[in-house]
């Protein structure tokens, strides 16, 4: 399946990234970034070492949003280190600068492939904030997107910015409204892979080390992005280990049957205490059509045995001790 990826590396976009360019079922027509986690320039220059790793300099990166649609840009670089990547200050690869911005990119490459009937997805991973402006300047490429996959938000889970937002839904509030709002009106479903799911996928130290044991390399390489990562979460959160959220709304996109939800109508509050929360109307009060498919439930058996076997290139069948490393 043809998809972009929209993202603001990032420690666990990096990951997601790294997942994406592992799996045969996917052709990755790009990476849009968008100011996240990082400004975007870092973001891009992150996304670059990403594909310098994983030989895949290929791929092209294009720069979208510099700041969210109405707020103050606030970026996550106190939970991702101060180059974005877990302060593992790799050395930055050449930019191969791309004349389109990643707006005129998605508009370009969906209406494309939807004209060869070929389609092109989005998985989100960052503040909506690029999507917001396609609705804005193209909405009926908006309209042709195959499936829109977002790790953002959460149902019954607290947030990670306040009692009750998730940060990409957070950082650009107006952006998220826009998309669900936008959804509804055209009857398109997003798919929000919220904290609900995302808090069940730890990367702990027996997956790091058990991942370096089965691929040095890579899992060296991971080991570097997530240090920082593991120090926060146990400086905040009180978890030994590091919640890994974007992964699996790519593992997701590809075998839909690892998670299960349910679908519902989804608001993003822009203002107040509870600016950025998504507001899931899960007993239908407000008699709407649903425009999201809310996730709940994830194997997290599954998820491991995907990303592993794909990122590390060995055989599922090898993961002979996964369960008890998890
Ligand atoms: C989300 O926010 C970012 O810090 C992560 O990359 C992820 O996309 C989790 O709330
Ligand atoms: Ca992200």
């Keep these: 399946r043809n998809v972009i990826i929209d993202c603001d590396p990032g420690i666990d976009d990096s990951l997601a990234i790294m997942l ?3 799996l045969e079922e996917l052709h990755v027509e790009g990476i849009t970034i968008v100011c996240g986690n990082s400004p975007v320039e870092m973001g891009a220059g992150n996304a670059r070492k990403v594909l310098k790793q994983m030989n895949r300099l290929d791929v092209p990166i294009y720069l979208g949003a510099e700041k969210p649609l109405k707020r103050e840009y606030v970026s996550a670089l106190d939970t991702h280190g101060a180059d974005g990547l877990g302060e593992s200050w790799l050395p930055e690869v050449p930019e191969t600068r791309q004349e389109l911005d ?3 990119f998605l508009s370009r490459t969906i209406r494309a492939r939807a004209e060869e009937k070929t389609g092109c997805s989005v998985i989100a991973l960052g503040p909506m904030t690029n999507l ?38 957070w950082a650009d509030p107006d952006g998220a409204a826009l998309v669900y709002e936008t959804a509804a009106s055209q009857r398109k479903k997003i798919v929000m892979v919220g904290l609900d799911v995302t808090r069940k996928i730890v990367l702990t130290p027996n997956l790091l080390e058990y991942m370096k044991r089965l691929n040095p390399e890579t899992g060296q390489f991971v080991q570097a992005i997530t240090k920082f990562y593991f120090d926060f979460h146990w400086q905040w959160e009180h978890i030994v280990g590091c919640v890994i959220n974007d992964p699996l709304a790519v593992a997701y996109f590809i075998d839909p049957s690892i998670c299960e939800g349910f679908e519902s109508f989804v608001q993003i509050e822009t203002e107040g205490i509870s600016l950025g929360q998504s507001v899931v109307d899960s007993m239908n009060f407000y008699r709407k059509e649903p425009n999201a498919k809310v996730l709940t439930q994830v194997d997290t058996y599954r998820f491991f045995e995907m990303m592993l076997s794909r990122v590390l290139e060995v055989e599922p069948e090898s993961l002979d001790i996964l369960e008890n490393v998890l």
């Design 102 to 104: 990643a707006v005129e």
């Design 20 to 22: 994406a360019l592992s």
């Design 132 to 169: 917001a402006h396609l609705i804005q300047t193209d909405p009926e490429a908006f309209s042709m997107i195959e499936e829109i996959v977002s790790m953002g938000g959460s149902f019954k889970s607290h947030g990670n910015c306040s009692p009750v937002a998730e940060y990409n839904y």
